[in-house]
């Protein structure tokens, strides 16, 4: 497994300088809320500087009202607390309000783009990264990138006013006891550039492995019944607690860096108090300061080490965003190969009423070769059967043809156009496919039907739910063909689920038919009506169908026989059973 996610790194892991990737975010997706971001500005002003007006108003508190016992000063020192309790209240709900609405947008923003993008990449590139892996790049990394865009920038924001002020509030009550207090500071360069290196590998790895710990789950949960017959239960927990003991050690290791940084400040402070209070105590003995001025200093100095404290943790927050944003961004690097050319052809209607050709094509996963020149012709408007071994290349063909996959070498034709010359969705609309993969989806089975062509009418729904026999067991539901078809169709039997893609197939009444194994899940009296719709609606179609039972083959037009990638037979049903060659094997075994 872990094989699997680290081919994955690749594809998808660029490590970039913070500042570039800070500033594309900010170009991308920040930028356009410039105007409620500097509200946000304005307001963290009023509620940073609220604490330095509170240690400000501790010096006359003290001075005039405990000391000198001035009555007038104890209401002007009281209203003035509330006031500045009530600025830093509403500077802080509305600078708080902005900047996570506008920390959610970022985020769904960013969420929107990356799906967007990551549907356009090739199919090669989800063969090679899990949906699980993929799910938490956009969720969880994603999510991270909140934190960063809402409590960075309401720490960095308010708590760079909060200590402004609170040390302008100290320098105005003393200079030397503020240098005093602040001497250990410089010493903490070191080891906060160690910890922020520190917090952004160990998040780096915690990610990696939540995405390893979400492709677990998704693999439990679809296979929960291979799991339970083949008695897996053991070993799949222990699979999935070793995932999630690495994560446990990497985000452990990620939070004692980020809990490092107030420790050191916390420490440093210690020190500055220490000294303040043994230089400070021996002045105010001595009559050369006022308790006032002292208490005002010490408030400021109390007050200004949680802002500090906070800011110190913004470079750890940041970097962990840091780890989450490189990850995003990688994948947006990955670009589809799988594109279209910069001149296309306009001729598609027409083509794709053509020959279906393929000549001497390459194909190969990896080092895997699957298709060794292989070249046929599938004639306009008739049947073409592919047969052949297990793994001989079949459903590559079909791949092929609505270029999912791109061959290495060779020619693939619509008539006389290749079809890398077609708009890739104008290609693709011309083929109506039939595959093994369960394609439904978590909707009505009138919405799973209405996907083969999105501007098709109910009526037009309806009657492709009747040829494809699905009214026939909607029909006995009080829902009909509004029952929700569970995901990936889970809620309907395997015959009931191809039943409703060739529905869809039906719908979509495109000029190519893709069949393959289109009626392996169905009984025998069904396959034969099945069939015998699919036979009437081919009649003015190209039509490619891939089967193992040849009883679903023997119409066919032409038969291709496939061995490792190559056309070895070519012919109808009767010539290639009196050839007594590889089709006449294969007619042997399989009907038997
Ligand atoms: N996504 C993939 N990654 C790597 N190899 C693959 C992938 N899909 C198919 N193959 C390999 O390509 C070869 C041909 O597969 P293909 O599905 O075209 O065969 P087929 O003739 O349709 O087989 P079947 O009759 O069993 O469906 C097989 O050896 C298979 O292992």
Known sequence: MSKTLERTQPDSLSQRGTRSLLTQIWRDYVAQHTGLLLIALVLMIIEGSALGAVSYLVRPLFDQVMVAGNQDMIGLVAIGLFVTFLARALGGFGQRVITVSVGLRVVTGLQKDLLAHLIKLDTGFFFRNSPGALIERVRGDAQTLQGLASNALMTLGRDTFSLIAL??????????????????????????????????????????????????????????????????????????????????????????????????????????????????????????????????????????????RRLSNVGGVIQAAMASIERLYGLFEVQPTIVNQPRLADNIEAAARQDVVLDNVHFAYGDNPVLNGLTFTAPARKITALVGPSGAGKTTVFNLLTRLIEPQSGRILLGDTPIDAFDLRDLRHQFAVVSQESALFDESIRQNIALGELSADESAVEAAADQALVTRFTDATAEGLDALAGPRGTNLSGGQRQRVVIARAIL???????????????????????????????????TLVIAHRLSTVMNADVIHVLDKGKVVESGTHEELLAKKGAYFGLYQTLEQ
């Open 167 to 308: 040390l302008g509030v100290a320098i105005y009550n003393d200079w030397l006891w503020t240098l005093i207090a602040f001497v250990g500071i410089p010493s903490l360069v070191l080891p906060v550039i160690y910890l922020q290196k520190r917090i952004r590998n160990t998040t780096r790895r915690a990610r990696m492995t939540s995405a390893n710990i979400s492709t677990r789950l998704d693999e439990i949960f679809h296979g929960i019944n291979a799991i339970k017959l083949n008695n897996l239960d053991m070993h799949e927990k222990h699979r999935f607690t070793k995932e999630v003991d690495r994560f446990l050690h990497a985000q452990t290791h990620s939070e004692m860096g980020k809990a490092g940084m107030p420790a050191m400040i916390d420490i440093i402070a210690g020190l500055g108090f220490m000294a303040v209070v043994y230089f400070g105590g021996q002045q105010i003995i001595a009559g050369e300061k006022s308790l006032g001025e002292f208490m005002s200093f010490f408030v400021a100095m109390g007050l200004i080490f949680d802002p500090l």
């Open 508 to 542: 979509r009444d495109a000029p190519v038919l893709l069949l393959d194994e289109a009626t392996s899940a169905l009984d025998t009296r069904t396959e034969q009506e099945i069939q015998a719709t699919l036979d009437r609606i081919s009649r003015d179609k190209t």
